[in-house]
Every structure is written in C-alpha cells, then in structure tokens.
C-alpha cells in the first residue's frame, strides 16, 4: 500500500532533550516536506528536499533539522526542544515539485514539550 | 511571500451547498490546491486548479479566477461526513514550488 509514515505518533518530551521523528514513503517521491500545524495558524511549512542530499528552509525552520540521505526517508531533528515546539507535525510527499503533483500526508505525529 | 485568507468556520445543513472561499495574494502563482481534513487526521487532496475556470469532480467543484486572486469550493448535497476542515494551499513558483496553506475552514453540517 502506497504511504507516508511517520513515528512515533504521539511524544511527550521535556525541554532541551533531543528526539528525531521519523518519516518513510514507499512511492519513490522525490519531494518531501515537514509541517507543523497550530491553531489559528494552519499548516506551515518547516522544511523540505526537492531530492536526496538537496533540503531546504520552509517558513519556519528555527530549532529544526533535517536529513535526506535516502530517497524514501526524510528525518526531522529537534536538538533542544522547547515548549513552543508543541505542535502537531506532518511529513508529505509528492513524486517531483512540478506544479500539478498533489501532495500526500503522513498520519502526523501529536508533540508536546514540557 | 503569500497572504492566504478563508473564513474561520462555517455551518450548513445536510443536503444543502455550501461553498467556502479563499483569497490569496502571492507573487508568482502556480496553482492552487483545495485539501479535506477531518479532525485529528491528515489532509487528503480534493482538487487543483491552475487556469481560471470551474473544476467539477462528483459532489465538490472548485473555481479560481488567477486576476481577482479568488478561489471557492463548492460542496454539493451535503453528507454529515463532510464536517471537516477545508484548507486552501497556493503553490508560488519561486520558492521551490513550495505549498503555502491557509488557516483552513472549519465546516459542520447539521441534520
């Protein structure tokens, strides 16, 4: 089944300790992107990679990081999480960035940092 | 940079249209997305539109109109499954072609 996942689903972290969510597509997209989602705010874009070893900021890519070493994997990094990193967090994908590609999400990832 | 707008919430009944709109000012436009999200779950894709004019896919259509920056989606004969929210996303050209997504519309049907 084609898919983008994403793990863990659910995190409660503390501040300052580091933690990697992962995301995997089986498609062989070679856009992929991270966002997060607030109230009243909608879905921002955080990061993305137009191809392997080729990322690039989104709108708002402070206290993150990310890796594209493999195709069909696409890491995002908080090496010192803080409270206003509480978020709910989708990776997508799409097969190329061309214009009419649709993208599609992960089942997101629920964070909370206390 | 873009500016995406569509009203925050609205209510409709079973079986009736409704038709949710957004606006959106941005500097090299690519097309335009229209995306469903049920609480709690992620965005899955309803339509898209690059050229002015209306497209209709079974019960939902979309229109854009690329010099007035305006988008609606049109939902037809309404079903109490599709309260959710519905998220306007433009694609700009020069920012890798990346998606910028408005707040979303919040909609409830009611019987």
């Known amino acids: 089944e084609a898919q983008v996942t994403q793990n863990p689903r659910y995190l409660i972290t503390v501040t300052g300790k580091k933690l990697t969510v992962t995301c995997s597509q089986n498609m062989n997209h070679e856009y992929m992107s991270w966002y997060r989602q607030d109230p009243g705010l909608g879905l921002r874009q955080i990061y993305y990679s137009m191809n392997v070893e080729v990322t690039d900021k989104g709108d708002v890519p402070e206290g993150y990081k990310v890796s594209r070493k493999e195709k069909r994997n696409f890491p995002l990094i908080l090496e010192s999480p803080s409270p206003n990193q509480t978020s709910l967090y989708f990776c997508a994908s799409s097969l190329t960035s061309g214009r009419r590609e649709t993208q599609y999400f992960g089942p997101g990832t629920r964070l909370l940092v206390l | 940079g873009q500016n995406i707008d569509q009203p925050t919430e609205m209510t409709a009944t079973e079986g009736a249209i409704v038709q949710i709109n957004c606006t959106y000012q941005?500097?090299?436009?690519?097309?335009l997305f229209w995306y469903q999200q049920h609480a709690g779950e992620a965005p899955t894709f309803l339509s898209y539109n690059v050229l002015d004019g209306l497209e209709e896919k079974g019960r939902f259509s979309s229109f854009l109109s690329r010099s007035k920056g305006y988008s609606y989606l049109l939902l037809k004969e309404l079903q109490m499954k599709d309260s959710a929210s519905y998220l306007c996303?433009?694609?700009?050209?020069?920012?890798?072609?990346?998606?910028?997504f408005g707040g979303g519309t919040r909609l409830m049907v009611k019987p």
């Open positions: 941005t500097s090299g436009f690519n097309g």
């Open positions: 996303a433009v694609r700009e050209a020069n920012a890798g072609n990346m998606l910028t």
